[in-house]
């Protein structure tokens, strides 16, 4: 199966409200469903969390280049 999580970001300036930095990114984890229903929910929660770190390694890398073109 496939797990996908999404996020959209908006990196604003605190004192002038101006946008840094927008985008809405996604990731894909692939997750085998075992037949027991603990390991499969296992799986699914494994699935959410190493898609989850690696969307939040894209909006780092995003944010990142960002501010280095500051």
Known sequence: GRIVVSADYN???SD???TLASGKRSSV???DF???EFAKL???RDGEN???REL???IRADVA???GRR
Request: hydrophobic share 55%; charged share 20%.
């Open 50 to 52: 190493r898609a989850a």
């Open 65 to 67: 280049s960002a501010l």
């Open 34 to 36: 075992p037949v027991q």
């Open 16 to 18: 002038s409200g101006e």
């Open 29 to 31: 984890a692939l997750v």
């Open 11 to 13: 990196l604003t300036k």
């Open 42 to 44: 296992r799986a699914v």
């Open 56 to 58: 939040a390694e894209f």
